[in-house]
């Protein structure tokens, strides 16, 4: 779920322009942690501090801001 709100996000170029300044991150530092759950759950944690792209991630990937939020607490259970 949190790969498919990231490749969502990633996809709009303003969207994914925010997220690398606000955050520091690169792309690259993107793919290497796709597979990391404290990277992953961090994402979604900026998706929360941005509650339009949380829905709006939401609703792109066919599911709810709260289980993004739900996914966002399983991933920090696994760090």
Request: hydrophobic share 50%; aromatic share 4%; no cysteine.
């Amino acid at each position: 779920m949190a790969l498919l709100a990231l490749s969502w996000l990633l996809g709009d170029r303003e969207r994914a322009e925010r997220l690398l300044s606000l955050t520091g991150m690169t792309v690259d530092d993107l793919r290497q942690g796709a597979s990391n759950p404290a990277i992953l759950a961090e994402f979604i944690r900026y998706l929360e501090g941005h509650e339009a792209d949380l829905i709006a991630a939401a609703e792109a990937t066919g599911t709810s801001p709260v289980a993004l939020v739900n996914a966002r607490i399983q991933l920090e259970r696994q760090t």
